[in-house]
Structures are given as structure tokens and as C-alpha cells.
């Protein structure tokens, strides 16, 4: 009996660790190795530890800077984008909203004068 409660603790514990929640408005980004491999969520996401990838949450309304034609920049992470306007390099950029696997972004309108 003792063995019992101590294995379903154990995968209790496990899975508390590698489960992550995101929202309707955010996306976890996944890099394998340094390397973009696209966007989970929103819902349940699991993140197993002994694996190469790393993960960084995103949400609509997060600031970040234009790099070039199809990249932007995010909290040090270089990230594949889209935009339906013209952007300067090194413009400051929010995250609009999310398509399979790229992240929308507009020009932001705190910097627009």
C-alpha cells in the first residue's frame, strides 16, 4: 500500500512539472537545440525535462523589436513573423495575434507619433 501511494505521488509530482497552461491570448515558443520549431498552445502543453528544448511563453500585446523581413525579437528570442503593414528595421513591434506557426505583429502605437 505504501508503494502504491508513493508511485502515484511520484507521477503526480511528474506531471505538475512538465505540464504548462497557456491561454486563449499566449503561445509557448519552442526552440530545439536553438532552433525555432514553431508555437503550442493554446491549452495543455507538456515540456518533457530530459529533452533539448527550451520554451518561452508569448502572449497578444507583448512588445518587441523588428529585426528584418520575417523575424522579430522578443525577450532576447528571435521569433518568425508576419505583418500586414510596412515596418522599419529596428521599429518596436506588438504581437497581434497568432497564425499556425508564425506570430502577428503590428507596429507598436505607444512608439507612432
Do not use: C
Not at 14 to 28: E, G, K, M, P
Not at 75 to 97: A, C, N, T, V, W
Amino acid at each position: 500500500m505504501g508503494l502504491l501511494i508513493t508511485i502515484l505521488v511520484s507521477l503526480l509530482i511528474s506531471f505538475v512539472l512538465i505540464t504548462r497552461i497557456s491561454s486563449a491570448h499566449q503561445r509557448y515558443v519552442w526552440f530545439n537545440i536553438g532552433k525555432y520549431q514553431g508555437l503550442k498552445g493554446p491549452g495543455l502543453v507538456f515540456k518533457w525535462p530530459w529533452s533539448s528544448v527550451s520554451w518561452a511563453r508569448i502572449g497578444i500585446g507583448d512588445q518587441g523589436e523588428f529585426v528584418e523581413d520575417g523575424l522579430g525579437k522578443f525577450d532576447g528570442l528571435e521569433i518568425p513573423i508576419e505583418s500586414f503593414k510596412k515596418i522599419e528595421k529596428g521599429s518596436k513591434i506588438r504581437i497581434s495575434g497568432f497564425t499556425e506557426n508564425k506570430v502577428q505583429v503590428v507596429p507598436d502605437p505607444d512608439q507612432m507619433q
